[in-house]
């Protein structure tokens, strides 16, 4: 490990130095706490007996070796304080833990497991000017194997069908670091390095991942860097003092009630950098998903405070550093403030993220689509308003965990309407999304109209899709997430201005939208009617044009009560006729006509003039 590096904060493998790693005299263990006493290791190996580590390097870092260790085995750093009391700290670096409410590391070989997805790692990208449709996903709470969690190496065989089904390319999974309560959903971690237990083993993790590889599916990790548990047996006052958190309790602790990360540390931006790509480089994600990045560019997340230009330095480096080793790899922020340059490259002057978490879109949506629909006019532009500021970054469109917990309702149940008309004015919101620049990003159950809100210990309520308004929910979901992935004007150009044009952003009377996209293949029409009674639209100028239905969201298939025709032919001043049903949406592929070339007509050859 670079020393100097370590304490500056540049090092980005210090995970291969400290921990515990296998060799030839036997299990080497290295822990850094330079304000310690002393430090020993405890463990199954030893029968939990002091074995005191001899201090190395500056007196800053410790090490021994036991030969009896082996895979499995349970251990602990005892480290004295100055004062002479001690307390018993799982290894910051482990890479696996003892299963909660168990608090130990566990030893564990990394060095074992062989990938086969050399030919996913070669071609990945960025997914820049390709579909990229995100299911977020808990993996406890996906499916459940009757009252226990599927492992890792078990929920590929049917999620992975699932998701090709369904039409997504890549799973974001909620954080899988270690971590002590299930409440927190993996974001109050004690174990940066380690995968939890809860599923099965690191090698197990690295099987799930694989597989999705060889099955096209890309999968990102949801990381937090702001923040850790408070609880005493991780990085809380780890060596007798405020080793990765701020001394000082004004600025120490969270909203969340966690502990904040000292970012103006260099050994702590090593820490957490080395972490980041340790998942990247050891299980091979395709990208991470930076957790509450507003938390690090304002101190405590209000912007009132300032600019916590430490933690800012800290984004940087750490995504300039992650982009050198593995340039396609995505990085993306969750950030609702206005900040700017979140996507521009660090050499610029940004913060280096390839994509952003489109929060003010996320919100204005909901609050239109809550409305009922005689208060929509005076809300109109609230679904114009994204593409005032889309261009400023790399937008990602999600409809995340957080819009379906906590008393806030599922996205279905949020629809401004009575219950059976929930479903079609569910689908309209999902076309708006679908056709809107940007990724996307959709939490599990919404993509079948759940009901209830989501709970990390139950399993989705599958049991929904044997009632026909669910199931056929479910299918026309699938049926737009296929017509995204399948079509380079949904996706080709989402961050320049050539990919959309806007038709009508001005009806506000009728509260109707329409818009093109456009790549050089293609160009697809887009309308909606989200007024509460059905309208008539004219679509003029159309001479030489033809529209092909490639899906409406109310059509009798998907449980709607329409069958429109599915070809739209201009009438001799070029003008298209549409009957909108209320609260609907069409997908229209704009395709030119042909004239077939006038015919010859046939007769005797004219004779020559003498």
Request: glycine share 8%.
């Amino acid at each position: 490990m670079d020393f100097y590096g370590f304490y500056t904060g540049t090092e980005f493998e210090a995970y291969k130095y400290l921990g515990h790693h296998f060799t030839e005299n036997g299990v080497l263990f290295r822990v850094y706490a330079p304000a310690a006493q002393k430090v020993c290791l405890i463990g199954q190996f030893n029968s939990w007996q002091e074995q005191e580590m001899k201090r190395i390097h500056d007196g800053q870092f410790f090490e021994c070796y036991n030969s009896d260790a082996k895979n499995g085995d349970l251990y602990k750093y005892r480290i004295y304080r100055k004062d002479g009391t001690f307390i018993d700290h799982c290894d910051p670096y482990a890479f696996h833990s003892e299963l909660r409410p168990g608090t130990a590391s566990a030893v564990f070989d990394m060095s074992q497991y062989q990938f086969s997805d050399k030919a996913w790692l070669k071609s990945r990208t960025t997914r820049m000017n390709e579909p990229l449709n995100i299911y977020e996903l808990h993996f406890g709470s996906w499916r459940m194997n009757g009252d226990k969690w599927y492992r890792y190496d078990e929920l590929g065989d049917i999620l992975i069908p699932y998701l090709k089904q369904q039409g997504y390319n890549y799973i974001e999974l909620m954080p899988l670091n270690e971590y002590p309560s299930d409440e927190s959903w993996g974001y109050q971690a004690t174990g940066f390095y380690s995968a939890t237990s809860r599923y099965g083993t690191p090698d197990q993790l690295r099987m799930f991942i694989d597989q999705c590889h060889q099955n096209g599916i890309g999968v990102i990790l949801d990381i937090v860097t702001v923040h850790f548990a408070v609880n005493d047996y991780a990085l809380w006052n780890f060596d007798g003092t405020s080793l990765y958190e701020y001394p000082n309790s004004a600025v120490g602790y969270s909203e969340w009630g966690s502990c904040n990360f000292m970012h103006s540390r260099g050994d702590v931006c090593s820490f957490l950098q080395s972490a980041s790509y340790f998942w990247l480089e050891e299980y091979h994600f395709d990208g991470l998903r930076m957790d509450a990045v507003g938390n690090l560019i304002y101190w405590q997340g209000n912007q009132a405070r300032g600019e916590n230009k430490d933690a800012i330095r800290f984004i940087q480096n750490m995504n300039a550093g992650l982009k050198q080793r593995k340039p396609d790899c995505i990085l993306a922020a969750e950030d609702s403030t206005a900040y700017p340059n979140v996507c521009k490259p660090v050499s610029e002057g940004g913060l280096g993220f390839d994509y952003k978490w489109d929060m003010g879109w996320m919100n204005d949506t909901l609050n239109f689509f809550r409305l009922e629909t005689r208060y929509r006019r005076d809300n109109y532009h609230k679904l114009t308003f994204s593409m005032a500021y889309f261009y400023n970054e790399r937008f990602l469109l999600p409809l995340s965990h957080d819009e379906v917990v906590h008393g806030k309702a599922t996205i279905l149940q949020k629809m401004g309407c009575e219950y059976e008309k929930k479903f079609g004015m569910g689908r309209a919101l999902y076309m708006y999304m679908y056709t809107h620049p940007g990724k996307k990003l959709l939490f599990m159950g919404s993509e079948f109209g759940q009901l209830r809100e989501w709970d990390e210990k139950r399993e989705q309520d599958w049991d929904m899709l044997k009632y026909p308004l669910h199931d056929s929910f479910r299918d026309y979901m699938a049926r737009l997430s296929h017509l995204y992935l399948s079509h380079p004007a949904l996706w080709k150009h989402d961050y320049e201005r050539i990919g959309f044009e806007w038709k009508e952003a001005d009806m506000i009377n009728e509260c109707i939208y329409a818009y093109y996209r456009k790549s050089e293949e293609e160009t697809i029409f887009t309308i909606l009617n989200l007024s509460g009674a059905p309208k008539r639209y004219t679509l003029s100028k159309m001479q030489g044009k033809q529209l092909e239905l490639l899906l409406d969201s109310d059509d009798e298939t998907f449980s709607g009560s329409s069958k429109v025709l599915p070809l739209l032919n201009p009438d001799d001043n070029g003008a298209i006729f549409m009957d909108l049903p209320a609260c609907s949406g069409r997908m229209y592929l704009v395709k030119d006509v042909k004239k077939e070339a006038p015919k010859k007509k046939r007769g005797r050859p004219a004779k020559n003039a003498q």
